[in-house]
């Protein structure tokens, strides 16, 4: 498995910052039109919020943290067990 790429664990911090009330900054229009355009997010109030694909793909996005980490542990557990073999 693919180690999750940078640009997935950005848009995950940046899709959790939005889901506490943090919007990006003044400096990332770019940023906020990409969300927008994409349906991740929707002004209300004129604030931003999760629409109910953002909150899917952040759910994804975690899911998929998780999930690397769980592999690396197996990974390291296999690597440690191949070790202690070939030490005795």
């Known amino acids: 498995m693919d180690p999750m790429s940078l640009e997935d664990l950005g848009l995950l911090d940046v899709l959790n910052r939005i889901d506490e009330g943090h919007e990006p900054g003044e400096r990332s229009v770019a940023l906020r039109e990409r969300l927008l355009d994409?349906?991740?997010?929707?002004?209300?109030?004129?604030?931003?919020?999760?629409?109910?694909?953002?909150?899917?793909?952040?759910?994804?996005?975690?899911?998929?943290?998780?999930?690397?980490?769980?592999?690396?542990?197996?990974l390291k557990e296999r690597e440690e067990a191949e070790a202690a073999d070939k030490s005795t």
Not at 56 to 66: A, P, W, Y
Request: charged content about 25%; hydrophobic content about 45%; cysteine-free.
């Open 38 to 74: 994409t349906g991740l997010v929707e002004v209300q109030d004129g604030l931003l919020r999760l629409t109910q694909a953002g909150i899917e793909r952040t759910k994804s996005l975690k899911h998929r943290v998780i999930a690397d980490a769980e592999a690396a542990l197996v």
